[in-house]
């Protein structure tokens, strides 16, 4: 057992957790942020994606340990508030990128990671980020344009 404190959307918290516990069962079942999905927990699916000190991981492989000090994003960050999206998520509406839903935490953090660090990626730039998110639904073409639309309307916004 390891004392761990870590900043999680923005709040500080510390924890006991197990020294093999992973990240994303303790997002899961510690915190209850259930919005990390746990697909194929082998780190192949990219549906437990969430950001550690501006970096998407795969929370299914990183240690809770690890993350001790860290910050972490998580899905239930993303939006502003109740009752806003944030322009990655509207992206993804507006474009229809959305379908079961499963994927699409680890899909937004993954590119909101991407645009974070650059807001006006090329096509090619897009695709290799992404493309360690297995979505089961929708086309990839939807996603592409939806990360594409949100870099759109990041350089729209920007004065
Ligand atoms: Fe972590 Fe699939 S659940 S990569
Ligand atoms: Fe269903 Fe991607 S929307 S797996």
Redesign the pocket.
């Known amino acids: 057992m390891k004392v761990i404190n870590l900043v999680i959307n923005g709040k500080s918290t510390t924890s006991i957790v197990g020294d093999r516990m992973t990240l994303?069962d303790y997002l899961r079942d510690e915190q209850g942020l259930t919005g990390t999905r746990?697909?194929?927990?082998?780190?192949?699916?990219?549906?437990?994606t969430v950001i550690v000190r501006k970096r998407p991981v795969?929370?299914?492989?990183y240690l809770a340990v690890q993350a001790d000090g860290q910050e972490i994003e998580t899905i239930e960050g993303l939006a502003p508030n109740a009752t806003e999206l944030s322009p990655i998520q509207d992206a993804f509406r507006q474009g229809h990128a959305v379908q079961c839903g499963f994927c699409t935490s680890g899909m937004l953090l993954t590119a909101k990671a991407l645009l974070d660090e650059n807001p006006n990626p090329d096509e090619d730039t897009i695709r290799d980020w992404m493309h360690g998110n297995i979505c089961r639904c929708v086309g990839y073409q939807q996603i592409i344009e939806a990360v594409q639309l949100a870099a759109e309307q990041n350089a729209t916004e920007t004065p």
Do not use: K, S, T
């Open positions: 994303a746990l697909g194929c927990e082998q780190g192949v699916c990219g549906a437990c795969r929370a299914c492989l």
